[in-house]
């Protein structure tokens, strides 16, 4: 598997022109399609793009989130209400193979026929918050809010918690990853048929088809026997099926489950004298399988508690049980697995160069792109779109 | 079946949730894919009359094979000969041990895509590790990370990595098909779903890398950005609660007028944010009791009528029954053919809204070995006969 390229003609993207014009919601898809190798263009207006405030900072004070989401672009300065600006973006659009968004366009009154007048091959990605027209359509929704409407929050946390929000800005990185994708279909799709699009995203509907359980309880509750009517409250880390859930070990936690193979497991434990009553054939009664799955997860729970975590873990993988250690940033920084891999990439910063998350994919004859660009912004626009040839 | 993938011909060698997410949207654009089962091994999700499997298979065709034949094999190397796209997340290995790696297909199908998501990648100390979703955000740091201060068994409360690796699967599918279209060349993805899960996590990596901390969980408030209040607040009636997140000083002077302006919220140092974290957990405390006897749609409504980011928490009944956003954009549809074993059933549409290309026909998820004969005479030719034949050995079922 190859991970980086020497020549960027070797990037799945190679060629392919985005316009990244898109806020958070949708800033993850243009990277996706930056980072295979598409030449990206973001525009920043003159006072400052609002997402190089977003935490953490290095000690220079540089959004390390704007550093890694805006990375492997091209940032152009442009100002909206400049005239010379209006025409200079219409260049680009005369140019551009695939635009992600975030309502900007719109804003400025384009549609998609104008785009079309300007480009018959474009596509358009345009991510909102909801439906353009539903009744939500002027609400705002940052990542809580998303979360707590998209059925995300009211499903995560436990019993004696809040619903919770999941960490960082997951709500849009569904969002993002849509985008990719909603980008990359247009263009397959303009190239066999030389045809522009349009694509709608609403975040909200994004988070809503990504709830694994959520809406198969909603539809068929009798499946899920324990749940409260067709809600399966929140219930920490126990899952939906009652055979995953994180417990404590000695130095750390694991996410133990019985699953594939319970009977495989019912024999480790066997091997240790602590499988109790689980062989008796009462449980043979298919009626009681929920009862019996509880009392092997009791019995596992207790069985990990005076097991060291980690070495723990890994006798567990040694035996193919999918077991998983509760692992904190500075562990995965340091994980040989990852290590191993060569995984972890150099993104640059002003005060030179940071470690980063590389690729989750790896092509055989294709590569991912290196974040090699900074993301200081450009003043002269012209320069920069004759330099990286964008001219049409 | 339209869409941008119109005559794209996909094989699908999946289970559970991560690649089924993956083929379903794959049809949802308009492949035509073709999904490999064995009622006698279906895997956890727990065979076709499974409300779990329903979910994520509409828009395939399922052909049943005995692999354990060497004829099913071989119909399976004939299958992929033909496939633009073959998808594997069954563990490393097994697609090799039925003589339809990627090695060997590619001598015979050189343009094929051919995308292996397993757990941990192919290579590395761990890519012998066997995982589920819950194992993946336990190692990923998902689970760490999502939760409160001083608990690390809370995480993520549904399968999200499993979703995320399907999408992003998707994405690299995409780029090589669109790559091929130059190069008329195919190539194999691998996909590690770990490493999906970890770079959902890439701020707190990044922060980790420059500055040396290790972010805990924080709930619901933002560890790297300042906003308050942030956090869930009880609301009249069990288990109700209404999200609000403010972003601006001026937001948090509105929500002060809306409270009717009471002596706490006007104490000094409240205006700025830096303010009023220093008195996070009195704030939450006062707004709590605001909120806990009001409706909490209604004052959902009401904050957001005033310029304030509000979400009541909705949960599964409140978005299939009474989100009026998904229901005004459609979102939900009755599937126009019944099941075969679960009757009259409901989906979710894909979320992404063509504005020329018609890409609203769904499928109903079908059953094992429903599409036997149509699959073997529009992808191998076969004749009924021949296909008659195959079933009667036990090859095709």
């Known amino acids: 598997m190859t991970k980086h390229s020497t020549t960027s003609d070797q990037y799945p993207l190679s060629g392919v022109r985005v316009l990244d014009l898109a806020d958070e919601r949708a800033i993850y898809g243009a990277k996706l399609l930056a980072d295979l190798g598409a030449t990206v263009v973001r525009i920043e207006s003159s006072t400052g793009d609002p997402l190089r405030d977003r935490g953490p900072f290095d000690n220079a004070g540089e959004s390390l989130w704007f550093n890694y989401y805006a990375s492997n672009r091209h940032i152009i300065i442009l100002d909206p209400t400049d005239e010379k600006a209006k025409t200079e973006l219409k260049h680009m659009l005369r140019g551009t193979d695939v635009v992600i968004d975030t309502g900007s366009l719109e804003s400025r009154g384009m549609s998609l026929e104008d785009l079309e007048s300007l480009n018959p091959h474009i596509t358009y990605v345009d991510v909102a918050s909801f439906s353009k027209t539903g009744p939500w359509r002027n609400y705002l929704a940052p990542d809580l809010v998303a979360g707590a409407l998209g059925g995300a929050a009211a499903t995560t946390g436990d019993t004696d918690t809040t619903p919770l929000k999941l960490f960082g800005d997951q709500s849009f990185l569904v969002s993002g990853v849509y985008a990719a994708i909603a980008g990359l279909a247009g263009l397959f799709q303009s190239s066999r048929t030389g045809l522009a699009e349009q694509i709608d995203i609403s975040v909200h509907e994004t988070i809503v088809s990504t709830l694994e359980h959520v809406l198969m309880i909603a539809w068929y509750p009798e499946f899920v026997s324990y749940a409260n009517g067709n809600v399966l409250p929140r219930r920490g880390s126990l899952h939906w099926s009652n055979a995953y859930q994180v417990v404590t070990a000695t130095n750390g936690s694991l996410m133990v489950t019985p699953t594939p193979d319970v009977q495989k497991q019912i024999a480790w434990l066997a091997e240790e004298d602590l499988h109790e009553d689980l062989l008796d054939e009462k449980y043979n009664d298919l009626s009681l399988r929920q009862v019996f799955i509880k009392r092997l997860m009791d019995i596992m729970s207790k069985w990990v508690r005076d097991k060291d975590a980690e070495t723990f873990f890994h006798e567990a993988q040694a035996r193919h049980h999918p077991f998983g250690l509760v692992m904190k940033p500075n562990e995965l920084a340091e994980n040989i697995h990852l290590e191993s891999r060569s995984w972890w990439e150099d993104y640059k910063v002003a005060n030179g160069v940071i470690k980063g998350p590389g690729s989750p994919y790896r092509f055989s004859r294709s590569s991912w792109k290196p974040p090699l660009e900074t993301t200081v912004p450009h003043q002269d626009s012209e320069a920069i779109m004759r330099d990286i040839g964008w001219t049409k | ?397």
């Open chain 2, 1 to 397: 079946m339209t869409g941008p993938l119109d005559g794209i011909k996909v094989l699908d060698f999946t289970h559970v949730l991560a690649g089924p997410f993956s083929t379903r949207i794959m049809g949802d654009l308009g492949a035509d894919v073709v999904k490999i089962m064995s009622e006698a091994r279906h895997g956890p999700d727990g065979g076709t009359g499974s409300p779990y499997h329903v979910m994520w298979n509409r828009n395939k065709r399922i052909l049943q094979l005995d692999m354990t034949q060497t004829e099913g094999k071989e119909l399976a190397r004939e299958l992929c000969n033909q496939a633009d796209i073959v998808i594997d997340n069954f563990s490393v290995g097994v697609l090799d041990r039925w003589g339809i790696g990627y090695d060997t297909i590619k001598k015979e199908n050189p343009a094929v895509i051919y995308i292996q998501m397993s757990g941990m990648g192919d290579e590395g100390p761990w890519s012998s590790y066997v995982s589920f979703a819950p194992t993946v955000h336990a190692l990923s740091g998902l689970t760490y990370l999502t939760g409160v201060p001083g608990r690390e068994d809370i995480g993520i409360g549904f399968s999200y990595n499993d979703h995320q690796s399907g999408l992003h699967g998707t994405v690299a599918i995409l780029a090589a098909l669109n790559e091929r279209l130059k190069s008329q060349k195919g190539q194999r993805i691998e996909l590690s779903q770990f490493e999906v899960g970890v770079t959902l996590n890439a701020v707190a990596l990044l922060d980790y890398f420059a500055n040396g901390n290790t972010v805990s969980p924080s709930g619901n408030q933002l560890p790297f950005d300042s906003a308050q209040p942030h956090n869930c607040y009880p609301t009249a009636g069990e288990d109700s609660w209404v999200a609000i997140a403010l972003q601006t000083d001026e937001q948090w002077n509105m929500l002060v007028k809306l409270m009717d302006s009471p002596e706490w919220a006007l104490k000094s140092g409240l205006e700025s944010v830096d303010g009023r974290i220093a008195q996070l957990e009195a704030i939450d405390s006062e707004i709590s009791e605001w909120t806990k006897h009001q409706n909490g749609k209604e004052l959902m409504e009401m904050l957001q009528e005033h310029g304030i980011p509000a979400g009541y928490v909705q949960n599964g009944n409140d978005l299939v029954n009474n989100d009026p956003e998904l229901q005004a954009s459609g979102f939900f549809f009755d599937y126009q053919e019944t099941h075969p074993l679960l009757g009259k059933i409901r989906g979710d549409r894909l979320p992404l809204r063509f504005k020329r290309q018609n890409v609203s026909s769904y499928n109903r998820p079908e059953i094992f070995g429903e599409s036997n004969h149509k699959v073997l005479k529009d992808w191998l030719g076969l004749s009924q006969s021949e296909v008659e034949r195959l079933e009667h050995i036990g090859t095709v079922k």
